[in-house]
């Protein structure tokens, strides 16, 4: 009966140890003190890249005049309403505008595209108002997280702190100290690392994401421990189950 009490306390302190957590592990923000302030240099602003889909509205004090540059599909057909095309950038990084023609916009802010179509719509139009959205602007968001996927994301700009709450923030198995974001650029996948225990997370150059970034979180020893034991978890489970059932029925008869 003893070996059935120290196989039991056995199992139960291996459950305790590799399921325990410290402080440094995963507190945010640890170095940060009250009313304490950082001042945020980062001039992060969103690039259009190849593939990115580009709504872009153009509009006037005269409907007329500025119809010609905004694209519609559905138009009369069957009654339903017309839906506005949206603009891919293709493998060049360029878009083909109604009579402009090609514009190169990869690489450009749309603040810098506002300025560059205010300017070539300027033998058309007087003081046309520029709307653009990017369309696909998404992130995914993988590993230790409590609900991994790829969100949509409303606006220009997004940090890696919103991102990680769209997904239901880190599980306590994710390491926090080492969080890799894969960007990019080009063709070519770069990979940034965050820590995210520092309040000079802010400073990485991928506290703000651009579209299309992956944020992975890896899972530390305790998670690495309980997936690869899994089956045999399930097994020592079952096992320290009997141990009991035996134990209480031995007791009983005494």
Same mark, same amino acid.
């Given at each position: ?6 196989? @039991? ?53 005269? /409907?007329?005049?500025?119809? /010609? ?26 878009? !083909?505008? /109604? ?10 802010? /749309? ?60 599980? @306590? ?10 960007? !990019? ?8 690392? @965050? ?60």
């Amino acid at each position: 009966m003893k070996i059935y009490v120290r196989s @039991i306390v056995l199992l139960l302190g291996i459950t305790f140890v590799t399921s325990c957590a410290s402080r440094k592990e995963v507190v945010y923000f640890q170095d940060t003190g009250d009313f304490e302030t950082l001042v945020n240099n980062n001039d992060f602003v969103s690039k259009f890249k190849v593939d990115d889909l580009v709504s872009i509205h153009i509009s006037s004090l005269n /409907p007329e005049a500025s119809a /010609p540059f905004n694209l519609f599909r559905g138009a009369g057909e069957g009654g339903f309403q017309a839906e506005q095309v949206d603009y891919l950038v293709d493998q060049a990084g360029e878009i !083909d505008f /109604p009579v402009i023609g090609k514009l190169k916009i990869e690489g450009l802010s /749309p603040e810098e595209l506002r300025l560059l179509l205010r300017d070539r719509l300027s033998d058309y139009l007087k003081d046309p108002i520029i709307n653009i959205r990017l369309r696909n602007f998404t992130v995914t968001v993988l590993g230790e997280v409590n609900s991994p996927g790829t969100y949509p994301v409303n606006g220009e700009q997004i940090t890696i702190l919103e991102a990680l709450g769209m997904a239901g923030d880190l599980t @306590i198995r994710g390491v926090r100290q080492n969080v890799l974001v894969i960007r !990019d650029f080009n063709g070519t996948k770069v990979y940034n690392r @965050i820590d995210l225990t520092t309040k000079e997370m802010v400073k990485s150059p991928v506290f703000y994401l651009t579209q299309n970034d992956v944020v992975y979180v890896e899972p530390n020893r305790s998670g690495i421990t309980a997936s690869s034991l899994d089956n045999r978890a399930n097994i020592a489970i079952s096992i320290a189950s009997i141990l009991i059932t035996s134990t209480v029925l031995i007791l009983s008869r005494q």
